[in-house]
């Protein structure tokens, strides 16, 4: 006979032991608080169940099955750390993770594959590769989203890693990833035929790009959201693919300031579109032009070679250290529609570009030489 793990199971309503308390909006079929072991508590859950933990530091690595709830008692600082990842996910319908803050170590701090699930009010900081990490591979993407709601990613190589998998951002920070090489210290990377939107994110302070989308089929929404302070670029997409008419990255609303070279960029990307954003004081960094030159690089934003059906509509671009908008080696059916360009050294400077831009010929300046620009496609990290 298979030893009995102590659980204390209760119903979800008035039976809840003091020690915890339900988080509001949390439904349940019953309630299971760790009386040793939380791994047990979680491998011995049933679907529908809320495993809730009381105050207190609990090493992992864990588990979470399908369809099952962990949740931070209300008011309760709880914290998961231990193990690659520290937190495993197995998604299903009422897969949620509420409340909890979980410190990375080795490798990731909570891996999903594949969704669905919902993350409520997570904070996860210093993870050695990824905050958090989702992959899918399956014909069901687009039915298994990861839902992320005023969640935390801080401090890690990427904060959210996106592998062929829907996710959708709603609040929330992406803030002070680490490193430098390839794609470690982006707030965000998108690869595979990822599908992501955010809402009112704030992506800020990171050691690379802010939001990094990669790929053929990799689409997203961005929706007033805050890019800022970012030191490898602000947004950058590179490699979408689409028929005219078809809108693969989308940039709506928000700011996107104080980013380092680039405040919104692209390259051998069909269908991006950026509406009613202000795109302001993109700082310049010295970039080698040979062994003997170099060059200051800070462009608001940037339409590199292999852009077509892109349109650019009431943008706001101010103070951005060299060039408003720059558009090298762009493609065919690009538009720039009622922008509004001051501040830095220049507003528009159209360069190597065969294809005639829609754009208002009053507002092109001339540099008198072309200008160097940093379009390097990211190598994305394993």
């Given amino acids: 006979m298979r ?21 509001q909006g949390l439904v349940c079929d019953r309630v299971a608080i760790p009386s040793s072991s939380l791994s047990d508590t979680l491998r011995l859950a049933s679907p529908g169940d809320c495993v809730i933990l009381p105050d207190g530091t609990y090493t992992g690595p864990f588990v979470l099955p399908s369809d099952v709830s962990l949740a931070a008692s209300a008011g309760a600082v709880v914290t998961l750390s231990g193990g690659d990842p520290v937190l495993t996910v197995q998604g299903g319908d009422r897969t949620l993770v509420q409340g909890v803050r979980i410190v990375g170590g080795t490798g990731a701090g909570i891996a999903i594959d594949p969704g669905p699930a919902r993350l409520i009010g997570v904070k996860v900081m210093q993870a050695s590769t990824s905050a958090v990490t989702s992959t899918c591979t399956r014909p069901d993407c687009e039915n298994r989203e990861v839902v992320l709601i005023d969640c935390e990613l801080t401090q890690s190589a990427v904060g959210l890693r996106l592998r062929g998998a829907y996710a959708r951002l709603e609040g929330g920070r992406l803030a002070q990833q680490q490193g430098t090489s390839l794609s470690a210290g982006s707030g965000l990377v998108a690869s595979d035929g990822a599908h992501v939107t955010l809402t009112n994110v704030t992506i800020e302070g990171n050691e690379n790009v802010g939001v990094l989308l990669d790929g053929a089929e990799t689409r997203a929404s961005i929706d007033s959201c805050a890019v800022k302070g970012n030191l490898g670029r602000g947004i950058w997409a590179q490699g979408q693919a689409a028929d005219a008419g078809v809108a693969t990255v989308s940039v709506t609303g928000g700011e996107v300031s104080g980013n380092a070279l680039v405040g919104i960029g692209a390259r051998d990307t069909s269908g991006l579109v950026v509406k009613q954003v202000l795109v302001k004081d993109t700082f310049a960094v010295r970039v080698p032009i040979d062994i003997a030159r170099f060059e200051d690089v800070g462009d608001g934003i940037g339409l590199f070679s292999g852009i077509t059906n892109a349109t650019l509509e009431s943008v706001r671009l101010e103070g951005n250290a060299r060039a408003q908008l720059l558009a090298d080696s762009v493609g065919a059916n690009v538009r720039v529609l009622a922008p509004t ?8 400077i159209v360069q190597g570009t065969s294809q005639p831009l829609q754009l ?21 990290l394993p």
């Fill in 3 to 23: 030893a009995l793990i102590p659980l204390l199971l209760v119903s979800c309503g008035p039976l809840t032991p003091p020690q915890t308390v339900r988080p």
């Fill in 341 to 348: 360009l001051s501040g830095g050294r220049f507003r528009a």
């Fill in 360 to 380: 208002d010929t009053a507002l092109v300046d001339d540099a008198g030489v072309p200008l160097t620009v940093q379009s390097t496609r990211f190598e994305l």
